[in-house]
């Protein structure tokens, strides 16, 4: 007997096996692929159980709570996927062949109590959901970087917005004055081209916003220069940048509650 027939006949032997879990790796094949090759041991599930029960009394007290967890282990013990997965399945927009992803977790656990709980959770405290990877996403020549500056720059990017910090500010102006639009129009007509592949290319912000910035706002930009999307005099403190990540994230959601999944 050929020891490819001991295993799984409807799983492809020579497929790729990823060494270890990413959060970057979220394209829908990969993620059905990983979520159907889960195992949740009885202590994972265990563990699981506990972290949403302390969740779910977290949120039942209502006003501000924040629920603060170390997932610990050695290495390749199922940290990365733990935390993966349980984010995904908070997430309400995410979704494989139309179908929730928490409902792919779900039939990975054992115990109803545990489905029926991480239902619960997801359904009456829908949260805005942001996982952010360390190892890959440090901000270029900046990896000593503190957690909160580039957990700000994932937000932004997530968002939408330009990875400039100036410009980033001025989208979120346009955004609560409701001129968005107009500013993509504004941008289409000068340029014959979208704002959206151009935000983050270092040549054109600093070309051409300054002008448009002028043109849009021209009594607080009170030159076609005045406005500078250089970065290095900004200061910020860190209570003013969680609020604003928190602002940011709420804008675009519209929800309460906020999961930041780190690794």
Not at 140 to 159: D, H, I
Not at 232 to 254: F, G, K, M, P, W
Request: hydrophobic share 40%; aromatic share 10%.
């Amino acid at each position: 007997m050929d020891i490819k027939h001991l295993f799984d006949p409807s799983k492809d032997i020579y497929r790729t096996i990823e060494k270890v879990i990413t959060y970057g790796a979220a394209q829908k094949h990969r993620l059905k692929a990983e979520i159907s090759e889960y195992e949740v041991t009885t202590s994972l599930e265990e563990q699981l159980e506990r972290l949403l029960t302390s969740m779910q009394a977290a949120m039942e007290l209502g006003g501000e709570n924040e629920v603060g967890v170390w997932v610990s282990g050695f290495y390749g013990s199922g940290k990365s996927s733990f935390t993966k997965y349980l984010g995904l399945a908070l997430d309400s927009t995410v979704q494989i062949d139309g179908f929730p992803f928490l409902r792919y977790l779900q039939d990975r656990l054992q115990k109803t109590q545990t489905r029926a709980l991480l239902s619960t959770v997801a359904q009456r405290f829908p949260a805005a959901v942001l996982l952010l990877d360390l190892a890959s996403e440090q901000v270029a020549g900046a990896t000593m970087e503190e957690v909160s500056t580039v957990l700000y720059y994932k937000v932004l990017q997530w968002a939408g917005y330009s990875r400039n910090l100036k410009v980033a500010a001025f989208e979120r102006r346009l955004k609560k004055d409701e001129r968005s639009a107009e500013f993509h129009d504004l941008f289409r007509v000068q340029t014959g081209e979208e704002w959206q592949n151009y935000q983050n290319d270092e040549l054109v912000v600093d070309s051409l916003i300054p002008a448009l910035a002028h043109q849009m706002y021209p009594t607080l930009f009170k030159t076609p220069t005045a406005f500078t999307t250089a970065t290095s005099d900004v200061i910020y403190l860190l209570n003013d940048r969680v609020q604003e990540i928190i602002d940011i994230i709420h804008d675009a959601t519209d929800k309460d509650c906020i999961l930041f999944v780190i690794r």
